[in-house]
C-alpha cells in the first residue's frame, strides 16, 4: 500500500488524489486505523468527532443507526444491544 507506513499522508492522498475520494478516503482511512490503531490518525481529525463511541459517549450513534435502519431498511434487521 502506498503510504501504509504514514496514516495521514496516504488518507490525505487517498482524498485529494482519487475520483471517488469519499469512497476511497473511507476505505484507506479505515485500514490505517485498523492497521495502524486510532492513535496513528492525528489529533485534530479525532477530537470533536461526534458518534463515536467511549466511555463518555452520549450513545447517539445507536439512536442515529435506529433511525438509519427505520427509514432505509424499514427496521429490518433491528438494532439490538
Do not use: C, Y
Amino acid at each position: 500500500m502506498l503510504h501504509g507506513d504514514d496514516p495521514e499522508e496516504a488518507i490525505v492522498r487517498a482524498v485529494n488524489d482519487t475520483k471517488d475520494n469519499d469512497t476511497v478516503g473511507a476505505i484507506v482511512g479505515a485500514a490505517m486505523g485498523a492497521v495502524h490503531g486510532v492513535d496513528a490518525l492525528p489529533r485534530r481529525w479525532r477530537e470533536g468527532l461526534l458518534g463515536r463511541t467511549t466511555e463518555a459517549d452520549d450513545g447517539r450513534i445507536f439512536e442515529l443507526i435506529a433511525q438509519a435502519q427505520q427509514r432505509w431498511l424499514g427496521g429490518w434487521p433491528a438494532w439490538s444491544d
